[in-house]
């Protein structure tokens, strides 16, 4: 997909009110149908809708429901609402598109008011369903008349999706550049730009371990595994990744947490410190530092032996960190949630009131062996939740991604919401930011090619989205380069801090990929 194909198929994108002063009012001279629907994964089903509809009138008007009222399937639509109205644009039959921004159709039927509306056999078989009554009750109302095309080809998209997903990550990029007026360069431009920002993250410290073995022998008398001890590595995880990662990208670091007074302790200040990170190690003397230790043998983890408290950080601590957040000049302050301690209901609330006034405020929650609750995070710039932890913390298991999404940028009131699927990418939703706006959503897919080991991803994603977001302000170029950044995570064995050079080669290689290069 090039630029050549929007600017050859975009004048077919119209709104309601573009297409109304078309085909004006009826009655008409030339006759005008119109067909409805999702059309995620164009089969010959539609086709040969679209086609024998275009066979009855001189224009047929093809609708297609907008993403956010897509309730199908958890992470449905696939190809999102902007590619799915190229696709039927591209069709010869097709004279123009629409992205009906409600619920049904019911609304633009009443307002265009086409000579015939098309639906496919299968919604007259055994009677009409109440939703086709509904939108045959309109067109009876104003002197239409219903048409429904012949089905000897039936087709589902649902069911060829869940046989195979199509790989359609470079047309959905291309399709989210095209409509924001983007390019791979202002993807460069924004990460020479992220360098030199002041940045305090304030969270919690995990020293990730890899105890590394052979397997020699298990289950013979007993369920038990001997293993061979043949190495251990340590990494900084946890708040000090993302402050890592951040300081990698350029930044200026500053790190306030709370450590233990043991060796892994003075082993996470030292590194931080000789990357050239600012920290504020809080030591209490009535906890650990928190360690996970994952026993690996050939390729595969066995076990994770986790050594922490959990119990809430006592007032005294509460009140030393409240002082370094407030007093800590700062262009950001990253609050890195991972429970053992620093955030909960009773912290949540008088940290954020010391983030100073003018600092892009984020909360990212990363909780894997607790529960977290991200709602607690109210009114800040940026969230980066996982979407296991948005789901509990709506106690919501069954809404599509998008639906989940809004719900969480309402209940957080946050500006914007970055939502992390995993391997699936994420989900972007904007908060509106006036009368006039009505905000944004849109999903970037995964740019991960080998994966390692996951560890981490999200903490990349959180620190490349929130620099460029300082950088430029732009959903899109800082939600790439997230998803690149993580990419690039995925691509290394335990927390490996990520640089631009690394992701400048990502956007190399998508870029080359797309045909652009």
Known sequence: MTAEFFEKYIFKLKTRDEVRDIIGPPPRDNKVIMCHGVFDVVHPGHVRHLAYARSKADLLIASITAD???KKGTYRPHVPERLRALNLAAFEMVDYVIIDEHAKPLDNLAYLQPDYFAKGFE??????????????????AYGGEMIFTPGDVVYSSSRLIELAEPDIQLEKLLTLFNVHGLSFDDLRNALDKMADFKVH????TIIDSYTRTSLIGGQTKTPTFSVLYQGRDDYIGGAGIVAQHLNA???QVTFSTVLGRDPL???AVK?????GIAVNAIIDETRPTTNKNAIIAGGYRLLKLDTLDNRLISKTIVEKLTTLVSETPADAVVFSDFRHGIFNHLTVEALTAAIPDNAYKVADSQVASRWG???EFKSFDLITPNEREARFALGDQDSTVGSLAGALVEATRCKLLILKLGERGAFVSRAARDDTDDGSYFSVDSFANNVVDAVGAGDAFLAYSSLAMLATGNEVVASTLGAMAAARECEYDGNIPVKPKDVMERIDQVEKAAGYA
């Open 68 to 70: 956010k009222h897509i």
């Open 123 to 140: 919604y007259t078989s055994g009677g009409l369903p109440q939703a086709t009554q509904e939108e045959a009750d309109i067109v009876t």
């Open 201 to 204: 993250v304030v969270g919690d």
């Open 249 to 251: 990208a350029g930044a």
């Open 265 to 267: 302790a003075d082993f």
């Open 271 to 275: 590194g931080l410190r000789d990357a």
């Open 373 to 375: 609750n991200i709602t």
